[in-house]
C-alpha cells in the first residue's frame, strides 16, 4: 500500500515545491499550480472542458479505428505474402518517417479546416506503425503453427481466423496501445492547426485570447490524465485469459 | 508381408543457400507396412527430420516420389498428423480448444465425446479449462499426441517427440506412445536420435548416415512388446546399432 502511495506523495511534493518557488518569486513564465486547477474549474464551470474532451476524443476515435480497420488486414495480408511484402516494404519504409504533422498542409488542402482533415492526421499517425506491426506478426509466427494448421486440413480462410488472426493478436494489441498514444499526441497538434474546438484548440486559443498560461497549462494536464486513462484502458486488455500466453513464455 | 502403407522411391532433397546447393537427403528408398512402426535414427542435422516432413507433405522432394496408399503425396493431410515436440500446441486455445481443434467437420455433441475420450487416454482430466503455457512439457507432449489422435489419422510422424522432456517424463512417454499404438494400430515414422529409444519402440530401425543422408542399415527388432531392456537379444541389437553408427559404447 505504501509502495503504492509513493508516485503519488512524489508528485503531490513536487507541486507543493511548484507553489512554494513560483509564489516567492512573481513571475508570468510559469502559473501556479493552484491558478492552473481553478483555471481547469473555470473551464469546468462553462462547460467548456468537458466539450473539447469530447471533440479531441471524437477525433482520435475515428482516427485510430479506421487505422485499425484499414492496417490490420492489410498487414497480415501483406505479411502473408511474400512478394507483396517485397514490393511494398521499401514504399511504407519511406512513408513511415514521415510525421503525420507534416501532412497538415495536404489534409486542410484535401479536407478543408474541419474535423475530417484532423481524423484523416490521427489516421496517418496510426496507421503506418500499425500495418508495420501487423506485417511482422504475421511474419513472426512459428511455422509450427501454420504447418499444424494445415496439417489439420484447414481451408486458407480458416488458416486466416483460426490460427494466423490468434497468433497476432497479442502482437498487434501492444502495437494498438502504443499507436492510440500516438493518436492522442497527434490530435492536440492537429487541433491547433485545422479545427477550433478540442484540447489542442484550447491551449492555442487560450494564449492567443489574453495569455491565459494557467488554461494552457490546465490543458497540457487533462491531456496527461486523458492520455494515462486511454493507456490504462488498452493495457487492461493484454491481461485477457486467452492472450497472457504471449507474455508468460518466451 | 503386409501391405505397403507408403513407399519412398528414389527420395533426393538439395537445398539451396546463399547460391550454395546443399545435398540433405540422397537417394531414400524406403517401404513402411500399415500398422507398422518404424524409427529413423540418425545423428543431429542429418536430415531424418527433413526426411519426415517430406513423408508428411510439408516439403516436396528435389527428385523422387513419396506413395502414400498407392497416390503420390503433394500435401499435408489430416489422415497424416505430425506432431512437433510440444511446440504444436496453440497457447491461445484451452486443452480442449487444442484437442478439438481438426474436428471442425463433427457435430458439437460428437467433438464433445471425442475430446473427452482423449483427454482421458493421456491423462489431463482436471486440464479441460487449462492453457498450455500453465501445462509442463510432458502434459503438452500429451495434448499434441492427443490433438493428433482425436482426428483418427491411419499415419502418425513423430518428430524427436520426447527430446526436450526430462529421462523419466520420456520413459513414461514412451510406455504411452506404446500403448495408444498397440490400441490404435496406427503407422508410426517416429524421428529419434536416441538408439535406446528406437531399440524400444520400433519394429524397425532406418539407421541414416550423417549429411546428405543415406539408408545405412535397417535392422529388425524382433522382441515382442512389452521389451526387456536387459535381455541379451536387446542388447545384441542395440550395440549393433552403435557399431554401425561407429560409437563404441565407453565412455
Redesign the interface.
Known amino acids: 500500500m505504501i509502495v503504492r502511495l509513493r508516485p503519488i506523495a512524489l508528485i503531490a511534493v513536487l507541486l507543493l515545491l511548484w507553489q512554494f518557488a513560483v509564489t516567492r518569486n512573481p513571475t508570468h513564465i510559469l502559473p501556479t499550480p493552484w491558478a492552473v486547477a481553478t483555471g481547469i474549474g473555470e473551464l469546468l464551470q462553462h462547460g467548456l472542458l468537458l466539450k473539447y474532451v469530447v471533440a479531441s476524443l471524437f477525433r482520435v476515435t475515428w482516427g485510430f479505428a479506421l487505422a485499425v480497420l484499414l492496417a490490420v488486414p492489410l498487414g497480415l495480408i501483406i505479411g502473408w505474402n511474400r512478394r507483396a511484402n517485397m514490393a511494398l516494404n521499401p514504399l511504407l519504409q519511406i512513408l513511415r518517417p514521415i510525421s503525420p504533422l507534416a501532412w497538415i498542409p495536404l489534409a486542410i488542402l484535401w479536407f478543408g479546416v474541419g474535423d475530417l482533415a484532423a481524423i484523416f492526421l490521427i489516421f496517418l499517425g496510426c496507421f503506418f506503425p500499425l500495418l508495420l506491426t501487423a506485417i511482422n506478426a504475421v511474419r513472426g509466427i512459428?511455422a509450427?503453427?501454420i504447418?499444424?494448421g494445415?496439417?489439420?486440413?484447414l481451408s486458407s480462410t480458416?488458416l486466416v481466423s483460426?490460427?494466423l488472426f490468434?497468433?497476432v493478436?497479442p502482437q498487434l494489441i501492444i502495437g494498438m496501445r502504443i499507436t492510440l498514444g500516438v493518436g492522442w499526441l497527434v490530435v492536440v497538434a492537429a487541433e491547433m492547426i485545422a479545427v477550433s474546438s478540442g484540447l489542442g484548440f484550447l491551449i492555442v486559443d487560450a494564449r492567443n485570447a489574453g495569455n491565459r498560461y494557467d488554461l494552457v497549462v490546465g490543458a497540457m494536464v487533462i491531456i496527461g490524465l486523458i492520455g494515462l486513462l486511454l493507456d490504462m484502458g488498452m493495457r487492461s486488455l493484454e491481461h485477457l485469459?486467452?492472450?497472457?500466453?504471449?507474455y508468460?513464455?518466451d | 508381408m503386409r501391405t505397403a502403407k507408403l513407399q519412398a522411391g528414389h527420395v533426393h532433397m538439395v537445398f539451396t543457400r546463399d547460391g550454395k546447393s546443399m545435398p540433405v537427403l540422397d537417394d531414400i528408398s524406403l517401404e513402411v507396412a500399415e500398422g507398422e512402426f518404424v524409427c529413423l535414427l540418425g545423428p543431429s542435422g542429418c536430415g531424418k527430420s527433413t526426411l519426415l516432413s517430406t513423408m508428411?507433405g510439408?516439403l516436396s522432394p528435389t527428385s523422387g516420389e513419396i506413395k502414400i496408399d498407392g497416390e503420390v503425396v503433394h500435401?499435408?493431410?489430416?489422415r497424416?498428423?505430425?506432431v512437433?515436440q510440444e511446440?504444436?500446441v496453440?497457447?491461445?486455445?484451452t486443452v480442449e480448444g487444442n484437442i478439438a481443434?481438426?474436428l471442425?467437420h463433427l457435430t458439437a455433441p460428437e467433438r464433445r465425446q471425442r475430446v473427452d475420450h482423449y483427454i482421458k487416454m493421456v491423462g489431463l482430466e482436471g486440464f479441460e479449462k487449462a492453457?498450455?503455457?500453465a501445462l509442463s512439457g510432458g502434459m503438452k507432449q500429451r495434448l499434441e499426441v492427443a490433438r493428433a489422435l482425436a482426428?483418427n489419422p491411419d499415419m502418425l510422424f513423430l518428430d524427436e517427440p520426447f527430446g526436450a522432456l526430462d529421462s523419466i517424463t520420456r520413459l513414461v512417454m514412451r510406455g504411452e506412445l506404446l500403448r495408444i499404438w498397440q490400441a490404435e494400430r496406427k503407422t508410426i515414422i517416429f524421428v529419434t536420435h536416441d538408439i535406446d529409444e528406437a531399440v524400444q519402440l520400433a519394429d524397425r530401425v532406418v539407421v541414416m548416415s550423417a549429411r546428405p543422408a543415406t539408408i545405412q542399415q535397417i535392422v529388425n527388432i524382433d522382441i515382442p512388446h512389452p521389451r526387456d531392456i536387459s535381455s541379451a537379444r536387446y542388447l545384441e541389437l542395440r550395440d549393433g546399432i552403435f557399431q554401425q553408427i561407429g560409437l563404441a559404447h565407453k565412455i
Request: aromatic letters at 24%; proline letters at 15%; zero cysteines.
Open positions: 512459428p509450427v503453427y504447418n499444424a494445415r496439417n489439420f486440413g480458416a483460426r490460427v490468434p497468433a493478436i485469459k486467452s492472450l497472457r500466453w504471449s508468460s513464455e | 508428411a510439408f500435401g499435408p493431410d489430416p497424416r498428423i505430425f512437433f511446440r504444436g496453440f497457447p491461445w486455445l481443434f481438426g471442425f492453457y498450455p503455457p482426428v
